[in-house]
């Protein structure tokens, strides 16, 4: 063989086999990682939560609002996070008897000696989202969102601009509406509230803090309900 055609089979000779690159789908997924990252933070909250819940849980309707009340004692003395004070409302408002003011679950949403907008909204949300697990009960559930109502609503009214040109990056009408939202049944009686705390005061100045935002699409979309001075 000449030393030409030496050169040229080794020239041909394949590199050796290396190993297989890894497909797509062989490749840990950052987001899935995230997730289980989330998931777990999820769980060690539940359980550091879950004693009180199970109280609450436990608790006669009678002895709610103190159970309640010395959780959040309790969470306060251990300098808890907000998130397990806010996990542990919302399973109380989960949780609250339907004939017992919403005031009881929704005054712990406040952490300082005045409401934030965020703290306005976080409660909002929860009792919103309560009621909407809550879908049978909706009709008995007056005194719960009308003591919301009292909480916040006069805080909501301060916070947001008297014209109605705040541009909100938390935004109180739109927790407003969404509560309305799950409240309001053409073929529901409109929620009677607490019987000794008249309700016409506070959904009054509920109307008259989104009659300050009138043009906005979600403001209209509920303000040809008749019921709307009635129930929020």
Not at 122 to 136: D, F, H, K, P, Q
Not at 168 to 181: F, K, S, T, W, Y
Request: proline share 6%; net charge neutral.
């Amino acid at each position: 063989m000449s030393e030409d055609e030496s050169t040229k089979n080794v020239a041909a000779t394949p590199p050796p086999r290396t190993k297989k690159p890894a497909k797509a789908q062989d490749v840990p997924d950052a987001s899935a990682a995230r997730q289980s990252a989330a998931e777990r933070t999820q769980q060690k909250l539940e359980e550091r939560v879950r004693p009180h819940i199970e109280q609450l849980a436990a608790a006669e309707p009678s002895a709610f609002q103190r159970v309640l009340d010395a959780s959040i004692r309790k969470l306060t003395n251990e300098r808890a996070r907000r998130e397990d004070r806010y996990h542990l409302l919302g399973a109380a408002l989960r949780r609250i008897p339907t004939e017992m003011s919403g005031l009881v679950v929704v005054k712990h949403f406040k952490m300082g000696s005045e409401w934030t907008k965020a703290e306005i909204e976080s409660a909002l949300n929860a009792v919103t989202a309560a009621v909407g697990e809550r879908t049978s009960e909706v009709g008995q559930m007056g005194p719960i969102v009308h003591g919301t109502l009292v909480s916040l609503v006069d805080a909501a009214r301060k916070q947001e601009a008297l014209d109605g040109s705040g541009g909100e990056q938390v935004d109180l009408i739109a927790a407003l509406v969404r509560l309305h939202n799950v409240t309001w049944h053409p073929d529901r009686e409109p929620l009677k509230g607490i019987p000794e705390n008249p309700t016409a005061k506070v959904l009054s100045q509920a109307s008259e803090l989104l009659f300050r935002y009138a043009n906005r699409a979600d403001v209209q979309g509920i303000s040809g309900r008749p019921t709307l001075e009635k129930v929020i």
